[in-house]
């Protein structure tokens, strides 16, 4: 079964940057859309930006120019470069891989101090 390994979370200040990683083996990875996703404390899941097998890419508005998403199919990752985070930024955050079934990983956390 896949299963997506999420990496690169931690505690940062505010304006800082983060990169996370999502890896995981096989051809259902490279093939798919991959997807970020969070849940902020009291907050339900959203969408963060998501990337398909050949680049194209989609982003939430309150993410846009601050957050890239990309990936390398020969290293079966896809990335999440964060920049100027704010605390609002902190949360739980899921990568997806979007087949008829979702794949999920477990998550990493994010903290944005003021």
């Known amino acids: 079964q896949l299963q997506p390994v999420e990496s690169g979370g931690g505690l940062v200040q505010a304006g800082g940057s983060l990169r996370l990683s999502c890896a995981a083996s096989?051809?259902?990875?490279?093939?798919?859309?991959v997807g970020w996703y969070r849940r902020a404390p009291g907050k339900q899941r959203e969408m963060v930006a998501t990337?398909?097998?050949?680049?194209?890419?989609n982003s939430a508005d309150s993410v846009k120019g601050r957050f890239t998403i990309s990936r390398d199919n020969a290293k079966n990752t896809v990335y999440l470069q964060m920049n100027s985070l704010k605390p609002e930024d902190t949360g739980v955050y899921y990568c997806a891989v979007l087949t008829v079934i979702t794949y999920w990983g477990q998550g990493t956390q994010v903290t944005v101090s003021s």
């Open positions: 096989g051809r259902i990875f490279s093939r798919n859309t």
């Open positions: 990337i398909t097998s050949g680049g194209m890419t």
